[in-house]
């Protein structure tokens, strides 16, 4: 043991017992490996419809496509993409409404105050792209990126450095 010099001493492993040294490297390992798991909550505007989702957020775009812009009345949708598997109804499934806006996709709605709650691609079976515009608090998300800004409207400017794609990147 070091005398007191008023100074502090850098701690050496031989200070801490093995079990402990053990538990801080599996520790240490566990935070170094573990995939960054997010719970987020949302709901509809009349609240009837409520969901979350747990799951890290890999998927984020800010869509400019035509039918995006309508069916949100703006001059683009963002949405993040959720494993069907992470998707759970909280409450409200019965006043769920949906629409095919075209062959492969399914528009899905609050029936109670039209909130566009999400799009269903038939090209991915297994995810979900849920409106943002629905999820409460500040999540961690990935850096969005804008798609189908070959459709966007003459009358929006992007005024971000933001990845653009002319149509969908996948």
């Not at 053990?22 to 505007?45: D, P, Q, V, W, Y």
């Not at 799009?119 to 608090?137: C, K, V």
Request: with cysteine; charged share 25%.
């Amino acid at each position: 043991m070091a005398a007191c010099t008023g100074k502090m001493q850098p701690l050496q492993p031989e200070d801490f017992s093995l079990a402990l040294r053990l538990e801080i490297n599996s520790s240490i390992r566990a935070i170094l490996t573990s995939k960054k798991m997010t719970r987020l909550e949302g709901h509809c505007e009349c609240k009837k419809v409520s969901f979350e989702i747990q799951q890290e957020i890999k998927y984020f775009s800010h869509c400019h496509c035509s039918q995006c812009r309508r069916s949100h009345g703006a001059a683009f949708a963002s949405y993040i993409r959720a494993e069907r598997s992470c998707f759970k109804y909280k409450s409200g499934e019965d006043s769920i409404k949906s629409y095919a806006s075209s062959k492969n996709n399914k528009r899905i709605f609050c029936e109670n105050c039209g909130s566009n709650v999400m799009f269903i691609d038939g090209r991915d079976p297994d995810g979900f792209y849920i409106a943002m515009g629905l999820i409460n608090g500040e999540p961690d998300l990935p850096l969005a990126h804008h798609i189908f800004v070959g459709s966007k409207a003459p009358w929006h400017e992007i005024n971000d450095d933001l990845r653009q794609h002319d149509g969908d990147p996948y």
